[in-house]
T-cell receptor
Framework: DQQVKQNSPSLSVQEGRISILNCDYTNSMFDYFLWYKKYPAEGPTFLISISSIKDKNEDGRFTVFLNKSAKHLSLHIVPSQPGDSAVYFCAASRLSGNTPLVFGKGTRLSVIA | KAGVTQTPRYLIKTRGQQVTLSCSPISGHRSVSWYQQTPGQGLQFLFEYFSETQRNKGNFPGRFSGRQFSNSRSEMNVSTLELGDSALYLC?????????????FGPGTRLTVL
């Protein structure tokens, strides 16, 4: 069973517009969420995180929104740039204990100039 | 600070062989986790080591094993390779291995099983 789901395998956005990547989770015990970005031939790099005590976290062009009641989070990139073209992974964990990260399958974002 | 390094970067093996992959974490990081990435499957957790002890294990067969040394370097071993083991194997290190520690990934080892 997939505890973290990214239902869109790919997304294309024009440069300068907003990119919205979505992620759903099923395990209500998750209270810490992260986004990673992965370029080809490189390992994933950490982008932004949010804990369940917040519903929004912003870092420059990147904002993550968390809707706990819907078990849904989204990553907004504004404005999108060609260098943002990568695969984005959503991941979930728990702040207490030692819980491994559970990743979604990823969404490939293509930003078109 | 040097990042996470993994060796080798690419590996080609045949079915039935075994393979050992190596991961050197960021200096000072005591937790090392291993993941398998296959097309369309995202990153699947293999196991995590902390202070030379396996602390967590994912849902993989016993052919997949690992260990961690006193300097926090880690190795993973896959015995009796199968075609389905072809994947990108990623390791990640963090300070203590507990959220909200950030996990830093290496570039991965691309394993191809023929």
């Amino acid at each position: 069973d997939q505890q973290v789901k990214q239902n869109s395998p790919s997304l294309s956005v024009q440069e300068g517009r907003i990119s919205i990547l979505n992620c759903d989770y099923t395990n209500s015990m998750f209270d810490y969420f992260l986004w990673y970005k992965k370029y080809p031939a490189e390992g994933p790099t950490f982008l932004i995180s949010i804990s369940s005590i917040k519903d929004k976290n912003e870092d420059g062009r990147f904002t993550v929104f968390l809707n706990k009641s819907a078990k849904h989070l989204s990553l907004h990139i504004v404005p999108s740039q060609p260098g943002d073209s990568a695969v984005y992974f959503c991941a979930a964990s728990r702040l207490s204990g030692n819980t491994p990260l559970v990743f979604g399958k990823g969404t490939r974002l293509s930003v078109i100039a | 600070k040097a990042g996470v390094t993994q060796t080798p970067r690419y590996l080609i093996k045949t079915r039935g062989q075994q393979v050992t992959l190596s991961c050197s974490p960021i200096s000072g990081h005591r937790s090392v986790s291993w993941y398998q990435q296959t097309p369309g499957q995202g990153l699947q957790f293999l196991f995590e080591y902390f202070s030379e002890t396996q602390r967590n294990k994912g849902n993989f067969p016993g052919r997949f094993s690992g260990r961690q040394f006193s300097n926090s370097r880690s190795e993973m071993n896959v015995s009796t390779l199968e075609l389905g083991d072809s994947a990108l194997y990623l390791c990640a290190s963090s300070l203590e291995g507990t959220a909200p520690d950030t996990q830093y990934f290496g570039p991965g080892t691309r394993l191809t099983v023929l």
